[in-house]
């Protein structure tokens, strides 16, 4: 039993693995992953979003203490509504912490599915820094 404990401590203390995506690297997998002009929005937009929400880095946390909730990841998904927690509301079948690895699919999945319930304005980065702003620079020079 003892070594049973050992081991899930040792297994949470294991940090998650996250990246920093180079914009263009981001926007060629968001292509890839059906992200270009999902629900009508760009991969400008969305390139726009994760860079206003985690700088395009898959580990990107942030605390909210007026609800308790922790923003996670590249698209800063909550764990209040999102994240699969005894707290989510109708959320993701996501763990926080694969929201935050290498492999975004997880995080792009969560992501289709806040903008396929409540659009591109879910998300507070975009409308104030995304929307009603020319966003083609976020694209410009990647070969897709």
């Known amino acids: 039993m003892k070594a049973l404990l050992i081991l899930g401590l040792l297994l949470l203390s294991v940090p998650v693995q996250g990246k920093v995506f180079e914009r263009c690297e981001l926007a060629k997998t968001l292509k890839r992953l059906g992200m270009d002009g999902f629900r009508g929005v760009s991969l400008a937009n969305w390139l726009c979003l994760t860079k206003w929400e985690s700088s395009y880095n898959t580990k990107a946390t942030n605390y909210n203490p007026s609800n308790e909730s922790t923003d996670y990841g590249i698209y800063q998904i909550n764990s209040k509504w ?38 591109i304005t879910a998300w507070v980065a975009w409308k104030s820094h995304c929307r009603d702003h020319d966003v083609s620079s976020y694209v410009e020079g990647c070969t897709l």
Not at 99 to 107: E, Q, R, S
Request: with cysteine.
């Open 82 to 119: 999102w994240c699969k927690t005894p707290k989510a509301v109708d959320g993701c079948p996501v763990s926080h912490s694969s929201l935050m690895g290498n492999d975004i699919a997880k995080a792009v999945a969560c992501a289709k599915k806040i903008v396929s319930e409540q659009g």
